[in-house]
């Protein structure tokens, strides 16, 4: 069964730190699809990436970067210079292709950014 | 554009009761989810629509829960009777891409249910 693991539960830094989040996933399909989501307090979900198990090219969009490595089986997120606003809950999510349409979420990392 | 609008955005209510949550996707997206996200965790997909029908509904009790969308635009959500488990943040989210989960998901604000 496909299954998200994000180790960190909640992660505290310092206002202009880097910060990595972690996401490692489990699946047995060939083709899937992984994702990042924020959740800011308000509670709507934003989207932030998405990448497919073919493009294992690293992703940098502004403050953001996206590392993704199949042998690890890892798709970790890291923010550059973090921001108050950047204070969210994190989640990582898997699609797979091959098997069925389940999408699935990892529970989480709160990532508090502190002035 | 406007985004994914969900009602009513709380509600509280007693054990045994009945409860129903109501969506609008962005319009023209036909793919249409509904998740649970009990608080610390995060969402569990219950139901996934295509248009107006069922693409996957294996995590939703459906001793409990039952949804529709019946002409493949809004969808309602409904708990009968509520136990005390069932107290979450329910989100309605939609896609545009037929019958393909691994697309872009849009979210609504969620509606927040309190069973007492």
């Known amino acids: 069964a496909q299954k998200v693991t994000q180790a960190q539960t909640e992660i505290s830094v310092v206002e202009k730190e880097d910060v990595t989040l972690d996401c490692v996933y489990e699946t047995r399909d060939t083709t899937y699809y992984l994702f990042w989501y924020k959740q800011p307090p308000s509670g709507e979900l934003v989207f932030l990436i998405r990448r497919n198990s073919f493009d294992e090219q690293n992703e940098i969009s502004g403050r953001y970067s996206w590392n993704f490595q199949k042998s690890t089986s890892s798709f970790n997120f890291t923010i550059t210079a973090s921001q108050v606003v950047d204070s969210a809950v994190y989640f990582c999510?898997?699609?797979?292709?091959?098997?069925?349409?389940?999408?699935?979420f990892g529970p989480g990392t709160r990532l508090s950014v502190l002035p | 554009e406007a985004g994914v609008a969900q009602s009513p955005r709380y509600k509280i209510i007693e054990k045994r009761q009945s409860v129903a949550f109501w969506c609008n996707p962005i319009?023209?997206?036909?793919?249409l989810y509904w998740y649970q996200q009990i608080l610390g965790q995060g969402p569990k997909l219950l139901i996934q629509f295509q248009n107006n029908g069922v693409v996957d509904d294996s995590q939703l009790p459906k001793d409990r829960f039952s949804a529709e969308r019946l002409k493949g635009v809004d969808s309602t959500l409904k708990i009968q009777p509520a136990k005390l488990e069932d107290s979450a943040v329910y989100l309605c989210a939609s896609s545009s891409v037929t019958g393909s989960s691994y697309n872009e998901q849009f979210f609504g604000p969620g509606t927040r249910l309190t069973v007492l």
């Open positions: 999510a898997l699609s797979e292709v091959d098997y069925g349409q389940n999408f699935v």
């Open positions: 319009s023209g997206h036909a793919t």
